[in-house]
């Protein structure tokens, strides 16, 4: 363990409530990533950020926000407009700088479940 | 847009047998294509991966297959073992955008189940 962190590892949120969810890494990556994992679904993108204070969205954007103000730290907001929050979502870095920088390092999780 | 086919969603072999695991990738720019494994409660890990200048890898009993034209690849796991039981993610990467905000974005397959019967 370590390199990559995620906190908390249970989340509970109530309706109409924005919770966030905190990704650190300390490998010096410029790459992070969030997906969500529903069973049978695999790994979905929802955001990713190349460089500091840049970011794109993924696939299933819609409810979430992030932001990268710090190349160490990529935090997850579940706001409000995400009706069904209920998933395992999965934090990654990669270092673009490497040829094989592709290679996703995950962290352990936060489980979200609605209250 | 991109999209990454992965059969079958479950597999069950018994001990010492052979599993293979087939995906379909749909973006002719993907150019890197990595294999996860994540047991139960943990997160992925890399277990191999193959980069679309090269037909085949091989890692001890793990080895995987790329045919670029017909946009497959598969993971091979031969002589399995019960520790081998997880569930095994495809994914396909390729370049999104030109430098300096470029970088890749990876695309997963649903995951395959495998179960590995002592």
């Known amino acids: 363990d370590g390199g990559i962190t995620q906190s908390p590892k249970y989340l509970f949120r109530k309706e109409g409530q924005n919770v966030t969810l905190s990704c650190e890494q300390n490998l010096n990556h410029d790459a992070m990533y969030w997906y969500r994992q529903d069973p049978g679904q695999g790994l979905r993108l929802i955001y990713y950020?190349?460089?500091?204070?840049?970011?794109q969205k993924g696939d299933i954007a819609e409810g979430y926000s992030v932001s990268r103000e710090k190349k160490e730290s990529f935090p997850l907001t579940v706001t409000s407009a995400q009706k069904n929050p209920t998933a395992f979502y999965l934090c990654?870095?990669?270092?673009?700088?490497?040829?094989?920088?592709?290679?996703?390092?995950f962290g352990s999780g936060t489980q979200l479940s609605v209250l | 847009g991109e999209n990454v086919e992965q059969h079958p969603s479950t597999l069950s072999v018994q001990e010492g047998d052979s599993a293979v695991i087939k995906c379909t990738y749909s973006?002719?720019?993907?150019?890197?294509f990595p294999w996860y494994k994540q047991e139960l409660g943990k997160r992925p890990q890399l277990i191999i991966d193959i980069r679309s200048n090269v037909g085949e890898k091989k890692d001890q009993r793990i080895a995987v297959t790329l045919n670029k034209t017909a946009k497959h690849f598969s993971l091979h796991i031969t002589e399995t073992q019960p520790e081998d039981s997880a569930v095994y993610f495809c994914a396909a990467s390729g370049m999104q955008r030109p430098p300096p905000f470029g970088g890749f974005k990876t695309i997963f397959g649903a995951g395959t189940r495998l179960f590995v019967k002592a």
């Open positions: 973006d002719s720019a993907s150019n890197y």
């Open positions: 950020s190349q460089i500091v204070n840049d970011f």
């Open positions: 990654a870095s990669s270092d673009r700088g490497q040829p094989t920088n592709e290679k996703l390092f």
